[in-house]
């Protein structure tokens, strides 16, 4: 017997789901009133339809609509079908970087979401479990690990590009030219190999890919995204801005995607005045109406850790995550009604 999926809020097993979106699971109505207010900005109808599935050969349906004296019912041309609800898999050889691949909870994948973790992190199990938890509706999700281990820590974390003097320990800043030179040479090609795979061989529509990355992952997100060529969905970073070292560096390709920074105005690495300076840059890469930066009361350099922080996030991906309606397109008989 399979185990129950983990309530939303505190993590023990379930008892009960959202009726609405039947994705988000709860131990309790205490736990689940507890998270309405975040849940509810991003929670949609189930995509899954209730009555009749939506394969192609589904030719039973009724022949009641009938017209009317004045106006005649004339078959529209249609697709056999709806394009695939699940996607294929990305494959490992793809690129040399080590991913973990989640499919939508809901059954549909229609968006897919990257996540970048931030320096000295991995993968698994913080970001993984981080993808689960946000339950992103209809959204499959894919955590990258960092390509290169930092050295002499005593517990297994990763960096994407050389972050430390190796003799003194520290912190390297952009006038160090081996971190440019790392992402030019290793992790932006690797990157744009596993997009483009995603695109070409799972068929995700570059549209509906949506970035996301903390601190240094969301360096990499904003580069992948300005100097990918790929015109992806959005990009959404916490606590991270575009290395300097490409301030004066133009965008490659067409820049139509959209931008969130979220900063915290507590955070102790970057204060909130040289932040406002960072996004400038930001504005000036993706255009000023494709980007917004919001600070967030009380919040450090880390993740979200209140519904001030989580809410602004939430309803960015709510605006640019896609949704299909299942049930319309389950429909086998679809006419044009001409007078």
Same mark, same amino acid.
């Given at each position: =017997?399979?185990?129950?999926?983990?309530?939303?809020?505190?993590?023990?097993?379930?008892?009960?789901?959202?009726?609405?979106?039947?994705?988000?699971?709860?131990?309790? *109505?205490?736990?689940?009133?507890?998270?309405?207010?975040?849940?509810?900005?991003?929670? +949609?109808?189930?995509?899954?339809?209730?009555?009749?599935?939506?394969?192609?050969?589904?030719?039973?349906?009724?022949?009641? @609509?009938?017209?009317?004296? @004045?106006?005649?019912?004339?078959?529209?041309?249609?697709?056999?079908?709806?394009?695939?609800?699940?996607? #294929?898999?990305?494959?490992?050889?793809? +690129?040399? !970087?080590?991913?973990? /691949?989640?499919?939508?909870?809901? %059954?549909?994948?229609?968006?897919?979401?990257?996540?970048?973790?931030?320096?000295?992190?991995?993968? @698994?199990?913080?970001?993984?479990?981080?993808?689960?938890?946000?339950?992103? &509706?209809?959204?499959?999700?894919?955590?990258?690990?960092?390509?290169?281990?930092? &050295?002499?820590? *005593?517990?297994?974390?990763?960096?994407?590009?050389? @972050?430390?003097?190796?003799?003194?320990? *520290?912190? !390297? %800043?952009?006038?160090?030219?081996?971190?440019?030179?790392?992402?030019?040479? #290793?992790?932006?090609?690797?990157?744009?190999?596993?997009?483009?795979?995603?695109?070409?061989?799972?068929?995700?529509?570059?549209?509906?890919?949506?970035?996301?990355? $903390?601190?240094?992952?969301?360096?990499?997100?904003?580069?992948?995204?300005?100097?990918?060529?790929?015109?992806?969905?959005?990009? #959404?970073?916490?606590?991270? /801005?575009? =290395?300097? *070292?490409?301030?004066?560096?133009?965008?490659? %390709?067409?820049?139509?995607?959209?931008?969130?920074?979220?900063?915290?105005?507590?955070?102790?690495?970057?204060?909130?005045?040289?932040?406002?300076?960072?996004?400038? /840059?930001?504005?000036?890469? $993706?255009?000023?109406?494709?980007?917004?930066?919001?600070?967030?009361?009380?919040?450090?350099?880390? =993740?979200?850790?209140?519904?001030?922080?989580?809410?602004?996030?939430?309803?960015?991906?709510?605006?640019?995550?896609?949704?299909?309606?299942?049930?319309?397109? %389950? =429909?086998?008989?679809? $006419?044009?009604?001409?007078?």
């Amino acid at each position: =017997m399979s185990a129950k999926p983990p309530c939303n809020i505190c993590g023990i097993p379930s008892t009960t789901r959202c009726s609405r979106c039947k994705v988000v699971h709860y131990c309790s *109505e205490a736990c689940q009133r507890k998270g309405w207010p975040s849940h509810k900005i991003a929670c +949609t109808p189930s995509a899954a339809p209730s009555a009749k599935p939506t394969s192609s050969d589904n030719s039973s349906s009724s022949s009641s @609509s009938s017209s009317k004296k @004045s106006a005649t019912a004339t078959p529209l041309d249609t697709p056999s079908g709806p394009a695939p609800i699940r996607k #294929v898999p990305p494959e490992a050889r793809c +690129t040399t !970087l080590n991913f973990a /691949y989640q499919p939508s909870a809901d %059954g549909v994948d229609e968006n897919l979401v990257f996540f970048f973790h931030g320096l000295g992190d991995k993968i @698994s199990p913080g970001f993984v479990q981080l993808a689960q938890s946000m339950q992103l &509706p209809q959204t499959a999700t894919c955590c990258v690990q960092a390509p290169t281990p930092i &050295p002499l820590l *005593e517990q297994e974390g990763w960096q994407w590009f050389p @972050s430390f003097n190796n003799l003194t320990g *520290e912190l !390297l %800043g952009p006038s160090s030219p081996e971190r440019m030179l790392q992402v030019k040479q #290793v992790v932006r090609p690797q990157l744009i190999k596993l997009l483009r795979h995603c695109i070409d061989h799972c068929k995700f529509d570059p549209r509906k890919i949506v970035l996301f990355g $903390f601190s240094q992952g969301g360096e990499i997100a904003l580069d992948l995204a300005a100097f990918g060529n790929l015109n992806l969905r959005a990009v #959404v970073s916490v606590a991270g /801005y575009l =290395m300097e *070292e490409s301030h004066n560096i133009d965008p490659v %390709g067409k820049q139509n995607t959209r931008v969130l920074i979220l900063q915290g105005d507590k955070d102790e690495q970057r204060p909130v005045r040289e932040a406002k300076d960072r996004f400038k /840059y930001i504005q000036r890469m $993706f255009g000023k109406d494709n980007t917004e930066q919001k600070i967030v009361d009380g919040m450090g350099h880390g =993740m979200p850790n209140s519904e001030s922080g989580w809410r602004p996030l939430m309803e960015f991906f709510a605006r640019n995550l896609d949704h299909r309606d299942l049930g319309l397109e %389950g =429909m086998t008989d679809v $006419f044009e009604i001409k007078p």
